[in-house]
């Protein structure tokens, strides 16, 4: 190192070890104003350097499961689906039958139902809740025995 050469310096340490060095160099003497200015500039970048490893640490992508459930006469095929706690569930409910259906699913967070008529698709969004089973059935009077369970493993 030059011994006219002045240095600034900021080193940032992550989770996995990683090193981040932001340095000026500069081979005049640094007055007070352009010291203050290059101290400035380097926690700005410093902070957006921080900010980009926290986001790029925020964990794994956010996983999804598409359903299919084939509703007839009094049936849900199947009637039985698995899913993991916060996959992001895209239920996909076909109705194959003579009549209009729904799918009611009994949630923590309240109940969601999604309805077709014959021959229509309809699509149901939710975020898979904690392990356990939760049952689903058709709303439409009549169609009691229409029903089924959504398994959450963890």
């Known amino acids: 190192m030059r011994d006219d050469c002045h240095h600034l310096a900021y080193f940032w340490y992550s989770d996995n ?3 981040a060095v932001l340095s000026i160099c500069s081979h005049k003497p640094m007055n007070m104003v352009t010291r203050l200015l290059a101290h400035r500039m380097l926690f700005v970048v410093g902070a957006i350097l921080l900010v980009l ?3 790029s640490a925020c964990g794994e992508p956010l996983r999804e499961r598409s359903i299919e459930i084939i509703a007839t006469e009094m049936r ?3 009637d039985r689906v698995e899913a993991h706690t916060g996959e992001q569930i895209f239920l996909r409910l076909r109705n194959r039958g003579q009549v209009a ?3 009611t699913i009994e949630l923590p967070a309240g ?3 999604v309805s077709a008529d014959p021959g229509v698709d309809a699509i149901l969004a939710f975020r898979a809740p904690a392990p ?3 049952r689903f059935y058709c709303r439409i009077p ?3 025995a229409q029903q089924g369970v959504l398994v959450v493993l963890p």
């Open 142 to 144: 009549g169609h009691e």
């Open 132 to 134: 356990g089973e939760y």
């Open 101 to 103: 259906h729904s799918l």
């Open 111 to 113: 109940d969601r139902t």
């Open 76 to 78: 849900f095929d199947p």
């Open 17 to 19: 070890d990683a090193v």
């Open 53 to 55: 490893a926290m986001l």
